[in-house]
């Protein structure tokens, strides 16, 4: 594709420059995107997919009202039109906006965010499809295995954010999204058993993260789920893995606190949430075990960046600490309308879309057990790892997960491979339920890119990093016989 | 003036294309394109206005049997497009250099021309925003007006030519009662109508009243149900992935058993992907020609939605789905009962207006999860006794719309797609409400 960032990025500027002084234009934010999407299923390459996505939203306030125009058009014309249609739209707002917003104040920020190995050059498609060629080969041939596949989405994703008074701030994330997945049919009933994460970083990511020869145990693990009986049901210990922990954090702690949805802008979709603002800083919502950070800084973790999308500088909070709220997701705005403080979690999934409250990295803190000390601690429990089914209510509290591995724990020992694991709960109850935390010897860094939220909708990626953790008498169930 | 614009970005990026290829090079472009408000209300005043003006150009190149897309965005203006586009087609053929033969390739050359342009009115920006403060005058409103133009387009170098105007309008909002209780509204449109719209504020308000009634909590267990069409909607959008003839091949989908004839749903349910209704174009992104498919006839699987790909690996017939096999104008058949008869004919249950947040429990056996949302009410003896707190169902879908399945309404309501992930969607079902004999509520 044309390399038209330092192009665009003049004329942006230029833009910009010569509309700061009328006091209407507040803010712009350009944003591309490019994927390249490569799978090989059953041995077969599928069609490649690429894409390149550019376009820019500009910001305008007049008399405290905020509206925004965006354009796929990065022409002089285009600008110019959008511009006049959000003055447009502020104008027709007339006296009954919700909010009245004040002009761009403070200094300018100077400021760059890069992936690590961001600006390296990628390897051609070409040594990527070898790879997953040779991972789908390494399937066995087994009358059980119906289906596999092997794929890898990168995307590199450039914005430059640009205000009145002349912020200019560039971020440039490149994000990998291997995955492998196997399902198993014994001509009745199948299981499917599948692996992924998305981190930021380069190359390099896919084979340190384990994925190279890693199929032929998800294909092992599909054949054992296959032959396993369901998982019994009744209270137990429940010892949730990361690719399952970062699915709890993400639905009961990440979007209860997302000041947004607790200020009410949710409730036609996303939803309202428990925690209401005089929760903060002395609700007990969960054990003394556990700690809740937003950290921007790992540096591999998917939501990693600098500045969020209005500019502000993000720092890493603990929203929980030893089990106590202490502050929600809430980016400048949600900040000035609650009284609270917040974090720098203003986000837009892309370029046609305004920010709102996001989870970005949500990380719960590492403890201090091994998982051999956490299982050896259990009497009847079972182990989960990888979601597969999430379901939670619109105040988020009544929810009900499934994973796709599940694995008794009797005695302190590990027994019997068990299919179909669920288990349900309440989120107000189900943290202070929480027994052991692991240490770092089991805390992963992973994410997922597809979190929804927000009218118009807005799909987005967001990092969890955790360890392994226990939750006490958990009400656990299998799938039908 | 502006359909035009949209239209010319269109054709001039064909025929620019046209000039393009080399022998033994076919292409096909999918157009996509939309200038949509997005006006965010909460309480009664304007949250958040944007404005999106996007187009997007899905190119697929084909040199024999190998093939790849790109997909990128654009100004509308050749001038300016015409080198993106050129430096995509470079690239797709760098690409293609390094893949090899696709062996599940199947390309129909047959060229179709297929052409439909929807008018519609829609109020200004100002003009909508007035109508919406002053009919939420004294509510607490939140929600999301969502208008404009869409355009769709496909072309290719052995001729196929579609394209597709439509002109729509949602607002999609809840009005909610002083104790956190609400009730949803959906108006869908293309003529925009502000009696109308008025009446649907009218209707939210008088149901508000019951709204005020001390919550009923109820204990898990089984429970005789009315799912009205929106709670239906859900339930019937979980279905959706099913049919995919990729789905059941590689034995991924909930239908698995209804594939394998061990089970069968209710003879009261006939599902239908109806292309020639709808608001969706009558051509897919891939260059397929929709079709009418009978997708569940009486309780049987009678159909699947089969893609080009899949045609090829498994030796059905396409009937005009893209690769990702899911349906878009879906159509219940009604049944018998009278909607104005609903209350007497649940008698005592539970009278569910919306669900919320369904997922597979159990894929093999069709389990879903999923909350009751908004206006549902505790019902005895035909009367609505008060709202109920939020319940959590688990049921398999083969019980719901099997056994269960006592009657469906006479008539039926359009629902049209509220999505906006990247483009405002098309998606329609035509549906009526369900009355089962008891669901499952686990939490």
């Given at each position: 594709?044309l390399d038209?960032?330092p ?10 420059q ?29 069609p ?12 305008v306030?007049?008399?405290g ?19 006049e ?14 909010l009245?917003?004040?002009s761009?104040?403070g ?24 790879i ?34 002349g912020?200019?701030?560039?971020t440039?994330?490149?994000?990998f ?14 299981q ?16 340190q ?22 998982t ?17 954090i993400?639905?009961s ?19 309202t ?11 007990q ?34 929203l929980?600490e030893?089990?106590v ?25 892309d ?5 709102i ?5 949500l990380?719960l ?5 091994d ?10 429990g079972?182990?989960?790892a ?6 939670i ?40 339920k929480l ?5 770092t ?12 939220k927000?009218?118009?909708n ?7 990093a ?6 006490q ?5 299998g799938?039908?016989? | 003036?502006?359909h035009?614009?949209?239209?010319e ?12 290829i080399d022998?033994?090079?076919h ?6 394109a939309e ?20 187009i997007n150009?899905?190119l697929?190149?084909?040199?024999g ?14 001038s300016?497009?015409v ?16 893949l090899?033969a696709d062996p599940?390739?199947l390309?129909?050359?047959?060229a179709?021309?297929d ?5 519609g009115?829609l ?10 403060v ?17 355009y769709r387009?496909?072309a290719?170098?052995?001729g196929?030519?579609?394209?597709h ?10 009005l ?12 869908s449109?293309?003529?925009w ?37 929106a ?10 992935g ?7 091949a590689?034995?991924?989908s909930?239908?698995q ?7 069968e749903l209710?003879?009261l ?9 709808g608001l969706?174009?009558?051509f897919?992104?891939?260059g ?8 569940i ?18 030796g ?24 104005a008869?609903?209350l ?5 249950g ?14 093999g056996?069709?389990r ?15 009367e ?7 319940l ?9 719309l ?9 008539e ?16 329609t ?5 369900l009355?089962l ?7």
């Amino acid at each position: 594709m044309l390399d038209a960032l330092p192009s665009v990025s003049t004329l942006l500027a230029r833009f910009v420059q010569r509309h700061a002084g009328a006091g209407r234009l507040h803010s712009l934010r350009y944003v591309q995107q490019d994927t390249m999407g490569l799978s090989v299923s059953r041995n077969i390459i599928d069609p490649p997919r690429l894409q390149h996505n550019a376009g820019v939203m500009l910001c305008v306030r007049i008399n405290g009202n905020e509206a925004f125009a965006a354009t796929s058009d990065l022409t002089e014309r285009g600008l110019t039109q959008a511009f006049e249609q959000a003055q447009s739209l502020a104008t027709a707002m007339g006296a009954h906006a919700l909010l009245k917003l004040p002009s761009v104040q403070g200094e300018a920020m100077l400021a760059r965010y890069a992936s690590p190995g961001a600006d390296l050059p990628l390897p051609d498609a070409s040594v990527w499809l070898d790879i997953l060629r040779v991972e789908s080969a390494r399937v066995p041939a087994h009358q059980q295995l119906v289906n596999w596949s092997a794929g890898l989405r990168v995307t590199d994703r450039h914005q430059l954010y640009l205000d009145s008074v002349g912020s200019e701030i560039h971020t440039h994330q490149r994000v990998f999204h291997p995955r492998l997945e196997v399902t198993a049919f014994d001509g009745r009933h199948s299981q499917r058993r599948s692996w992924s994460f998305s981190r930021q970083g380069g190359p390099e990511l896919v084979r340190q993260s384990g994925f190279i020869g890693h199929i032929e145990q998800v294909a092992d693990q599909a054949l054992q789920l296959l032959a396993a009986p369901n998982t019994p049901s009744g209270e137990r210990d429940v010892l949730l893995m990361p690719d399952q922990m970062i699915l709890q954090i993400h639905e009961s702690i990440g979007h209860p606190l997302e000041m947004d949805r607790i200020l009410g802008d949710e409730r036609n979709f996303a939803g309202t949430s428990f925690v209401t603002p005089d929760m903060f800083g002395s609700y007990q919502y969960g054990s003394p075990l556990l700690n809740v950070s937003f950290d921007p800084d790992i540096t591999d973790e998917a939501a990693s960046y600098g500045h969020d999308d209005e500019g502000s500088p993000a720092h890493k909070h603990l929203l929980i600490e030893g089990g106590v709220l202490k502050r929600p997701l809430g980016g400048a705005l949600s900040q000035s309308r609650s009284g609270l403080p917040g974090v720098a979690n203003s986000r837009a999934c892309d370029w046609n879309r305004p920010p709102i409250d996001r989870m970005a990295n949500l990380n719960l803190e590492p403890g201090d057990q091994d998982l051999a000390q956490m299982i050896g601690n259990i009497e009847h429990g079972i182990l989960m790892a990888t979601n597969r089914s999430w379901s939670i209510d619109q105040a988020r509290n009544k929810f009900q997960f499934g994973c796709e591995w599940g694995q008794l724990i009797e005695n302190g020992q590990l027994t019997k491979v068990v299919r179909n694991p669920n288990y349900r709960g309440i989120s107000a109850q189900f943290w202070r339920k929480l027994s052991a935390v692991g240490d770092t010897s089991t805390f992963e860094v992973l994410g997922t890119p597809n979190c929804g939220k927000g009218e118009p909708n807005q799909s987005i990626t967001v990092g969890h990093a955790t360890p392994a953790c226990v939750f006490q008498q958990i009400d656990v169930f299998g799938g039908q016989a | 003036m502006e359909h035009r614009f949209y239209r010319e970005a269109f054709e001039q990026v064909r025929q620019w294309l046209l000039a393009q290829i080399d022998e033994g090079e076919h292409f096909s472009i999918a157009f996509d394109a939309e200038h949509s408000h997005f006006i965010r209300f909460n309480h009664g005043r304007v949250r958040q206005a944007s404005q999106v003006q996007q187009i997007n150009l899905t190119l697929r190149l084909i040199q024999g049997d190998r093939h790849a897309s790109q997909t990128l965005s654009l100004t509308g203006y050749p001038s300016h497009d015409v080198a993106q586009v050129g430096a995509a087609l470079q690239q797709l053929r760098s690409l293609l250099a390094v893949l090899p033969a696709d062996p599940y390739l199947l390309l129909d050359l047959t060229a179709f021309t297929d052409e439909r342009t929807g008018e519609g009115y829609l109020p200004d920006a100002d003009a909508l925003i007035e109508q919406l403060v002053t009919l939420s005058d004294g509510l607490d409103m939140v929600g999301l007006y969502a208008g404009g133009p869409i355009y769709r387009g496909f072309a290719s170098s052995w001729g196929s030519h579609g394209w597709h105007v439509s002109v729509s309008a949602s607002l999609d909002f809840s009005l909610y009662h002083a104790n956190g209780e609400a009730v949803k509204i959906t108006y869908s449109t293309s003529e925009w109508d502000a009696e109308v719209l008025a009446e649907h504020f009218a209707r939210g308000r008088a149901q508000l009243l019951h709204l005020g009634k001390p919550r009923k909590t109820l204990v898990p267990g089984q429970y005789r149900v009315y799912l009205a069409p929106a709670a239906a909607g859900s339930l019937i959008g979980m279905l959706r992935g099913g049919f995919s003839a990729r789905a059941l091949a590689t034995r991924r989908s909930a239908l698995q058993a209804l594939h394998l004839g061990s089970t069968e749903l209710s003879p009261l349910f006939t599902l239908s992907e109806r292309a020639s209704t709808g608001l969706e174009p009558s051509f897919n992104g891939d260059g397929g020609l929709r079709h009418d498919v009978t997708l569940i006839d009486r309780g049987r699987l009678a159909g699947q939605l089969v893609s080009a790909r899949s045609a090829r690996e498994y030796g059905n017939e396409a009937n005009g789905v893209d690769g990702s096999e899911l349906p878009s104008s879906l159509v219940i058949e009604p049944g018998e009962l009278a909607t104005a008869e609903v209350l007497q004919a649940l008698g005592t249950g539970l009278y569910i207006s919306n669900l919320w947040y369904l997922n597979y429990s159990d894929v093999g056996t069709a389990r879903v999860t999923g909350m009751t949302r908004f206006a549902s009410f505790w019902v005895e003896n035909g009367e609505i006794v008060a709202p109920i707190d939020t319940l959590r169902f688990d049921d398999s879908l083969y019980s719901i719309l099997g056994p269960s399945l006592l009657a469906l309404t006479r008539e039926r309501s359009l629902r049209i797609s509220t999505r906006t992930y990247q483009r405002r969607d098309a998606e329609t079902v035509l549906l009526p409400g369900l009355l089962l004999d008891h669901l499952t509520f686990t939490l």
